[in-house]
């Protein structure tokens, strides 16, 4: 069965870090361009990062530049995602999704979606 899991959420203090993982199982991400996305309560869910399959191109959404930063494992067929100087406006449910296509701005276009992990950040 071809899927995304997503884990590392949890509570943080205010200038904090986590890492969440995504971990895909029955398809190599090698081929997959990956995002993360965040859904804050009450507010739209907005990309954050978009890294290419091959690696040589990332974006990252002006909110979280400099401080947020993807990573693969290709061995673990994982992406990761560091996040560090947390902010309370980072507290948010987050997801990786992967796109064959490439990177993209309509969310709808993912082939893959993670189940979301929340991550908090107390001020």
């Known amino acids: 069965q071809e899927r995304l899991v997503a884990s590392g959420g949890g509570l943080v203090q205010f200038g904090g870090s986590l890492r969440l993982s995504c971990v895909a199982s029955?398809?190599?991400?090698?081929?997959?361009?990956i995002g993360w996305l965040r859904q804050a309560p009450g507010k739209e869910r907005e990309g954050i990062v978009c890294?290419?399959?091959?690696?040589?191109?990332?974006w990252y959404g002006d909110s979280v530049k400099g401080r947020f930063a993807n990573s693969r494992d290709h061995s673990k067929n994982s992406v990761y995602l560091q996040m560090n100087s947390l902010k309370s406006e980072d507290t948010a449910v987050y997801y990786c999704?992967?796109?064959?296509?490439?990177?993209?701005?309509?969310?709808?276009?993912?082939?893959?979606w993670g189940q979301g992990t929340q991550v908090t950040v107390s001020s």
């Open positions: 999704a992967a796109i064959i296509a490439g990177c993209v701005d309509a969310d709808d276009l993912y082939d893959y």
């Open positions: 029955g398809f190599r991400l090698d081929y997959y361009a």
């Open positions: 890294h290419s399959s091959s690696g040589a191109n990332a």
